[in-house]
Structures are given as C-alpha cells and as structure tokens.
C-alpha cells in the first residue's frame, strides 16, 4: 500500500523559514516533487523532479526554495526560506511511479505577521 505523510508545516513570519519533509513507503526510488494550493487557486507545482538529477522550481520560488532527498529513506525534503505572505497555501507531497501518481494529504503553511 503506497502512502506519502508530510510533516513539518506551520505558522512563520514573513522572512522566516520552514522544512517540509515527506516519507513515502510502498514506492521504490520514486520521483518526488512539492506542490501547494492556495485558498480559491488551483494547486500548482512548487519543486518538482522531473529526472534523477533535475528539479523544476516555480519562478515563485526560485532562489528561496530548495528541495532535496533521501532516497534510502524515500523521504523529500523541502527547504523554505524567506518565505513570504503569498506562500501561504497547503502544500502536498506528489510521488510519481511507473506512470501512477500519488499525493499525500497536505500540509499547512502560513506566513503572517
């Protein structure tokens, strides 16, 4: 049974930083991205591998926004810093596997004063 739990969401400050992370269990070496979707928008990719070695990132987050992975662990990792007010949105863990695709349940992120 394939399963994604995301962890690490929360409030912050603007400026401040968060570490997302996420485990997957049932896949092997899957590839991982990030996602989020905000209040009323569709959901959007954030930071998404597209090859063992080559990670897309939103121009949002470009500079700010890092994604990284344990692949022993099949766990992702995303790096958030300086974040600001319109990264505010539930973020999702996807992993994609001989052409299925699976989320998790989302995780909270605000930034607010």
């Known amino acids: 049974q394939v399963q994604l739990v995301e962890s690490g969401g929360g409030s912050v400050q603007p400026g401040g930083s968060l570490r997302l992370s996420c485990v997957a269990s049932?896949?092997?070496?899957?590839?991982m991205g990030w996602y989020r979707q905000a209040p009323g928008k569709l959901r959007e990719p954030v930071a998404v591998?597209?090859?063992?070695?080559?990670?897309n990132y939103s121009d949002s987050v470009k500079g700010r926004f890092t994604i990284s992975r344990n692949n022993a662990k099949n766990t992702a990792f995303l790096q958030m810093n300086s974040l600001k007010p319109e990264d505010t949105a539930v973020y999702y863990c996807?992993?994609?596997?001989?052409?299925?695709?699976?989320w998790g349940q989302g995780t909270q992120v605000t930034v607010a004063s």
């Open positions: 049932g896949l092997i070496y899957p590839y």
């Open positions: 591998y597209t090859s063992a070695f080559t990670v």
């Open positions: 996807n992993a994609q596997s001989h052409g299925d695709s699976y």
